[in-house]
């Protein structure tokens, strides 16, 4: 089956660091997608990874191991703003829909 | 913004009843994709489009239909509509169907039914 698994929420403050986690079981790979979605609104594309290692950009920074399923998003500089649902995506088959995970929602506080 | 549109932003009705949610994709998009999001459930793919052509279904229900005709919007067509289809519609659009092709996610359409 396909699974993707995110934790469900996390918190933060402001300038800090973090990490969340994402694991993948999926019957094929065409690369991992991260969203931002802010309630109520749409998501908004992030960072996509199709091979292994470390993609930055800005503060945000995506990361991805196939052989382990697993990828990770990194926002640094936590600001006020970044407070949001992260939705990790995989694209199973190219060019076809994504998988996406229940998203973690970040609240980030002063 | 995306540059995808979808209207209408908001509609409530009554169970029973059918609706038509309407999308327009980025200019020189070829690909349309329809999700719907519940709260307990995230986001689901519905069914896909390319071109005109349907691509691809997920967990669309039979009383839910699409198409994509020849300027590229789509509809999205619920009909006999139940409580629990009360839900964010999107639709997202891609240049093409390839892997790696980065969908846009339009502002969504919420539907209520009572």
């Known amino acids: 089956g396909q699974n993707i698994d995110q934790p469900t929420e996390m918190t933060a403050t402001e300038g800090a660091i973090v990490q969340i986690n994402c694991t993948y079981q999926?019957?094929?790979?065409?690369?991992l997608f991260w969203y931002q979605q802010h309630a109520g609104e749409a998501p908004t594309f992030l960072s996509y990874?199709?091979?292994?290692g470390l993609e930055e950009k800005g503060r945000f920074s995506s990361f991805l191991s196939r052989s382990k399923g697993y990828s990770y998003l990194l926002l640094k500089e936590l600001q006020m703003k970044d407070s949001a649902s992260y939705l990790c995506?995989?694209?199973?088959?190219?060019?076809?829909?994504?998988?996406f995970g229940k998203g973690t929602t970040l609240s980030v506080s002063s | 913004d995306s540059g995808v549109t979808q209207t209408p932003k908001h509609l409530i009705t009554a169970t029973g009843q059918r609706v038509t949610l309407r999308c327009s994709p980025r200019?020189?998009?070829?690909?349309v994709y329809w999700y719907q999001q519940s709260l307990d459930q995230g986001l689901q793919f519905l069914i896909q489009?390319?071109?005109?052509?349907?691509?691809a279904k997920g967990n669309i229900l039979e009383r839910f239909s699409a198409q994509q005709f020849p300027d590229l919007h789509s509809e999205l067509n619920l009909s006999s509509l139940e409580l629990g289809d009360s839900a964010l519609y999107f639709c997202?659009?891609?240049?093409?169907?390839?892997?790696?092709?980065?969908?846009?996610f339009g502002p969504g359409t919420r539907l209520t039914v009572l």
């Open positions: 997202a659009s891609s240049v093409r169907a390839s892997g790696g092709d980065t969908q846009y």
């Open positions: 999926t019957s094929g790979f065409n690369g």
């Open positions: 990874n199709v091979l292994d």
């Open positions: 995506a995989v694209a199973n088959q190219a060019g076809t829909a994504l998988i």
């Open positions: 200019s020189g998009d070829l690909s």
């Open positions: 489009y390319y071109n005109g052509e349907e691509r």
